[in-house]
């Protein structure tokens, strides 16, 4: 008899899906079993890793799929800490990553959870179906996260029909008449500004963007969630660039998921709002009310090339070259400063001296998860990392890196993977429960954490350095540890802590910030 559990081993594989991450529950023993049953039959299923928390199962799913660009499948039980799953599953639903959770059906199912889709299979022959039909609306843009609910005794009851996979739709292609309209404002404006957050999902629109940029002569705004612009191309204005939106009378949002600028302020009421986005209308975020003049809902991969086209069509080419030499010089001052901040003794660059340390250390292929409260503008303007290299968290809560760090070396076990993190997020991020998972996944990654931890007074009432409880956290978890406190001391620490996680142990830095 095939059953429900052995069809959805069955599907998971079909779909796509390399890993599934499972934390268990008793709700579960008949898929666990199914999937035990495969490996023992050499039939082909995806590789469970074992996740002793489910924030972390959801963290890693994350990260894997930002690193593989993959669908994927999540097991959790719900009875109670439901909770635990919110702040992960919001955060995914948030980047649009296409995860797929299967959780205990009963009372403790989040059917309030964050989320685009849940299905409720009544019987196990229905089960299939659902799982498909899932899948299908998780990879469909905008993508996100659907919910499946499992039942005890219907994964151990006889399978329905073999189902087939459901391709997605494919993504729009945008209107070229909303894209013309788009270029003319663009062409009309004398100080038009670029802001992208996930063009670099695809490592393709990169080029695309920074073609779009030189043609149009125009700062880019980086929230670097990917690569979106090489960091130190001229027209890279980073996040430091209030005063260019301040003065901008026509703004070009590339996939940007905010009403607003976080620490760039208001948008200026009087400039034309420009919009391209698989879902321009955030239906899901009701505070988004910018008055856009012109949205096309497209991929920004198949728009840009398009849209650029158009532009070159009606530039001036002096009027263009004057623009962009003025913004490059404009915007060569404050690489300049950048580039003195990371060699700089001032206490409050010492972030900054941190990361340019580390940023030279790194092999040139390994991937980075940043997530520091403190250091996202400081790895903006100091983390020189190819595109598909780099990733940052927009999500409300700490914590995603570390557990998204085990996900990403999965999806990528030939490369370093290093999360950077401050302590707050280093300790929400659960790192017993992650590094567990990632020694015994074979998956160990290194943690760099950026430590502002202050000094307390010692009995004879002069300052003394804290024992560092990053290090003590790492060696209780089974990690190898290390604290340095000099921006010089960086690079032969992590020389060393790679190796560690070359031989099989996760790795933590806890990196001794000056106190400002």
Not at 148 to 176: F, M, T, Y
Not at 255 to 266: K, N, Q, S
Not at 277 to 295: H, K, N, Q, R, Y
Not at 380 to 408: I, T, Y
Request: glycine content about 8%; proline content about 8%.
């Amino acid at each position: 008899m095939r059953t429900a559990a052995a069809e959805l081993v069955m599907i998971l594989y079909d779909e796509g899906v390399s890993h599934v991450f499972v934390s268990p529950g008793t709700h579960a023993t008949a898929l666990r079993d199914s999937l035990a049953d495969a490996e023992a039959a050499g039939v082909p299923h995806p590789q469970p890793i074992l996740c002793a928390h489910e924030q972390v199962a959801i963290l890693a799913a994350h990260g894997h799929h930002i690193a593989s660009g993959g669908p994927q499948a999540v097991i959790v039980s719900v009875d109670g800490p439901e909770l635990n799953l919110g702040g992960a599953i919001h955060g995914a639903q948030r980047h649009r990553i296409p995860i797929t959770v299967f959780s205990s059906a009963g009372r403790g199912t989040p059917y309030t959870t964050v989320g685009k889709w849940m299905a409720d299979p009544r019987v196990a022959a229905h089960l299939g179906t659902a799982a498909r039909r899932a899948f299908q609306i998780s990879r469909a843009e905008p993508t996100g996260v659907t919910h499946v609910p499992l039942g005890a005794g219907a994964l151990r009851q006889p399978a329905g029909e073999l189902s087939r996979r459901l391709p997605p739709p494919r993504p729009p292609a945008p209107d070229i008449g909303a894209l013309e309209e788009m270029a003319e404002l663009l062409a009309a404006a004398e100080s038009p500004v670029i802001v992208g957050a996930r063009v670099g999902r695809h490592v393709g629109a990169v080029h695309l963007l920074a073609k779009l940029a030189e043609t149009l002569g125009a700062p880019v705004i980086d929230f670097r969630c990917h690569v979106n612009l090489p960091p130190r191309h001229p027209l890279n204005a980073a996040t430091e660039a209030r005063d260019l939106v301040a003065a901008a009378d026509a703004i070009l949002l590339l996939d940007v998921a905010l009403p607003c600028l976080p620490v760039l302020g208001p948008l200026p009421p009087e400039a034309w709002l420009l919009q391209i986005d698989v879902d321009c209308l955030s239906i899901d975020a009701p505070v988004w009310t910018s008055p856009v003049e012109v949205a096309v809902t497209a991929d920004t991969e198949r728009a840009l090339p398009l849209l650029q086209t158009l532009l070159a069509n009606r530039l001036s080419g002096r009027k263009v070259g004057d623009r962009r030499a003025r913004v490059e010089a404009q915007l060569q001052a404050r690489h300049e400063a950048w580039r003195a901040r990371a060699t700089s003794d001032d206490a409050g660059d010492g972030a900054d001296a941190v990361l340019a340390e580390l940023d030279r250390a790194l092999p040139a292929d390994a991937l980075v998860l940043e997530e520091a409260a403190h250091g996202g503008g400081v790895a903006l303007r100091q983390m020189e990392r190819p595109p598909g290299h780099f990733f940052r968290s927009m999500s409300s809560g700490p914590g995603w890196s570390v557990g998204a760090a085990l996900g990403a070396r999965l999806a990528r076990p030939a490369q370093p993977v290093v999360a950077v993190c401050d302590q707050l997020a280093f300790a929400s991020g659960l790192p017993t429960a992650a590094f567990w998972s990632a020694q015994r996944a074979g998956a160990p990654f290194l943690t760099v954490v950026l430590d502002r931890t202050q000094a307390v007074a010692d009995p004879g009432g002069e300052a003394a350095e804290p024992a560092s409880e990053v290090a003590a956290a790492a060696r209780a978890s089974g990690a190898e540890a290390s604290v340095v406190s000099r921006p010089s001391d960086v690079a032969a620490a992590v020389e060393r802590l790679l190796a560690t996680t070359r031989d099989g142990l996760c790795a933590v830095l806890d990196v001794r910030l000056p106190r400002a």
